[in-house]
């Protein structure tokens, strides 16, 4: 997705648009499941939910009241994709990409994944 950010949006194919919003929606729901995972492995709590899952972290401090909200937009930027799949407004898929609206998640991957191994060197 990276490279998309980097060109000219005005070049993307319907097929590029597709494309995208399936590559959001496995990241996303990627992100999801580490968000989960990460409650679970350092708060020994199962969580369902994706909101469950950062209203637990943000409860905890590992997410600030910002980066909260930000991840709230996302997920429910993924719950259009889903369910929009073919309705999706080609200007905000575009929007998303070319201003790398996602990039939130890459920095808090990184910081879980740091966490977490802490957490395992402890135990």
């Not at 709590?45 to 930000?70: C, I, N, P, V, W």
């Amino acid at each position: 997705m990276a490279e998309y950010s980097l060109e000219n949006p005005e070049l993307w194919t319907e097929r590029d648009f597709l494309a995208l919003q399936r590559a959001l929606q496995i990241y996303i729901e990627s992100f999801i499941g580490m968000a989960r995972y990460f409650v679970q492995q350092k708060y020994q709590l199962s969580l369902s939910q994706s909101r469950e899952a950062l209203d637990e972290l943000k409860s905890r401090g590992d997410l600030s009241l910002s980066q909260h909200q930000e991840l709230l937009k996302i997920v429910a930027f993924r719950n259009v994709l889903v369910h929009d799949y073919l309705d999706v407004n080609d200007g905000i898929v575009q929007t998303v990409v070319a201003k790398r609206q996602y990039a939130i998640i890459e920095t808090l991957l990184a910081e879980w994944r740091q966490a977490l191994e802490t957490v395992k060197e402890l135990t």
